[in-house]
């Protein structure tokens, strides 16, 4: 019996070795698996962020496409508004401010005196008008004033009258005019007040009136040199300005021949696609490029 207890213990001695060696082979398996597992993830990885960058690359181009797309939606509405406005302006604001230049009113008011006032109604009565509410509307209902002005100022007047029947007038019995053109549009222009202002009771009362060098006949009321200027250089400024930004930017950006003039390669037409230039090229390529390039 006891030989039979010796024997038991020496044979299960050797049981302690062999388990730990199965332990250490399968703590190097599970370490290669580790191994294998990161080496894997940072493959994935290292292959997910080319097409993290190619993503965003992509939705910078197409944030800037829509951008450019929007941009010359706009570009050619403002060139095409600022076209319209200034045809607009032309007979409104640049021929009266043109034929003013031209008729050179002295800018010293001197002294006028209304000694008629018509007042008439019917195209046929009305040829001409001192004042007239709208440039282009047919005239149905006119006041006619008229006038006789010295050229002394009215400034001196004021500090010296004089009595009317021993003054000598430059011009007698002229037309009276409220502004160069003879019309205006509300507000600015209330025929009305005008008549008012000068006609009916004021009559024979000397007011300060400005007559044309270039034709002595012509008398208005109203005349600014700096006022007529500057609606005439915004008139001419404004619209051409914006006209010629517009144009330019988009002539920049789909132009060839701006292109051509400013050395920028003709692929903004065709990124994604080879020239004619790089086919010729590339016909004795390797078959590796030439079947890279027939995938375009």
């Known amino acids: 019996m006891k030989k039979s207890s010796t024997a038991t213990t020496t044979m299960s001695l050797p049981t302690s070795p062999t388990i730990s060696a199965h332990t250490i082979t399968g703590s190097k398996i599970s370490l290669s698996s ?11 990885s290292s292959m997910q962020s080319p097409q993290k960058k190619k993503k965003s690359d992509l939705e910078l181009e197409t944030i800037l496409e829509k951008a450019k797309f929007y941009t010359s939606l706009c570009l050619g509405t403002t060139a095409i508004l600022s076209v319209f406005a200034f045809l607009f302006l032309i007979p409104f604001v640049v021929d009266p401010a043109i034929s003013t230049i031209i008729a050179d009113y ?8 209304v000694i008629d006032h018509v007042y008439a109604e019917g195209i046929r009565n009305c ?6 509410e709208g440039c282009t509307s047919s005239l149905t209902k006119c006041h006619q004033l008229y006038v006789n002005y010295t050229r002394i100022p009215y400034s001196e007047w004021e500090k010296n009258p004089q009595e009317l029947d021993k003054v000598q007038w430059d011009v007698s019995y002229t037309k009276f005019l409220i502004n160069s053109e003879g019309c205006g549009y509300p507000p600015t222009t209330n025929c009305s007040v005008f008549a008012r202002q000068y006609g009916y009771s004021h009559i024979g009362e000397p007011f300060p009136c400005y007559y044309s060098r270039a034709y002595p006949e012509v008398v208005i009321g109203r005349y600014s040199w700096e006022n007529n200027l500057y609606h005439l250089v915004l008139s001419l400024i404004i619209p051409n300005v914006l006209f010629a930004i517009s144009i330019g930017v988009l002539s920049y950006w789909y132009c060839p021949c701006c292109d051509k003039a400013c050395n920028k390669s003709s692929r903004v037409y065709a990124e994604k696609f080879p020239s004619k230039e790089e086919i010729v090229n590339c016909m004795n390529c390797k078959p590796e490029k030439t079947l890279s390039l027939s995938n375009f």
Request: contains cysteine; charged residues 20%.
């Open 34 to 44: 580790t191994k294998t597992a990161t080496s894997g993830r940072s493959s994935r």
């Open 127 to 132: 040829s001409w008008s001192s004042c007239r």
């Open 106 to 113: 002295d800018p010293v008011p001197v002294t006028c005196v």
